[in-house]
């Protein structure tokens, strides 16, 4: 069962979802909703660790609110970012690996929140009400459920504590240094040289 929700917990929510927002660069619908679901999984994890590690299992907003908050970012190899395309996200301890991975639960979802459902399943319509109005909605829909619509599973994680920092390699091409990859067949050509180059038109000027 997920846990009431305290008017404690849920006022300091409101300050850290304005810290998300200005680092989101705005309060989108998933700003909101990811301050919940991070602090679900905290307020379920407690201080059951010693190091805190984060996955989140999509790249919108919900990243943004798990780096905020939790302190576990890209850089820092905290937080790993597995893109499932899922509203899911989990917080564990780096050295035991158990954790709590929370999600939305669509089922969950119910007709009182017609736009927050849409938002989930993707069957928004914008043609007769804005893309922007719509989002305040699904915010104000939303807020008046919460963690109704969130659920949890307890886990333990399976992967390694960090990432590990492949070796360096010097690119026989372009002659810098770069960390080779692992499903990389020749260790001789940087990543950028075989075709990560394509994502650049070179001006000459
Ligand atoms: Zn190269």
Redesign the pocket.
Known sequence: MVPKLSDERDTKLQKVIQEISKFHGKAAPGVYIGAYMVDLAQELLGSNFTKLNAISETNVCLSDAVQVMTGCTIGNKYLWLHDFGLYAMTLYDRETKDGFRVFVDYAKITNDTPTLKKFFDGSRKFDKIPRPVQQKMVVEEFLTVKRDILSFQKVKVNQPTKPKLRPLSK?D??N?F?RTQIDQDDQN??P??INGSNIYTFINE
């Open positions: 690119c091409q372009c810098d770069f050509i940087c950028f040289c």
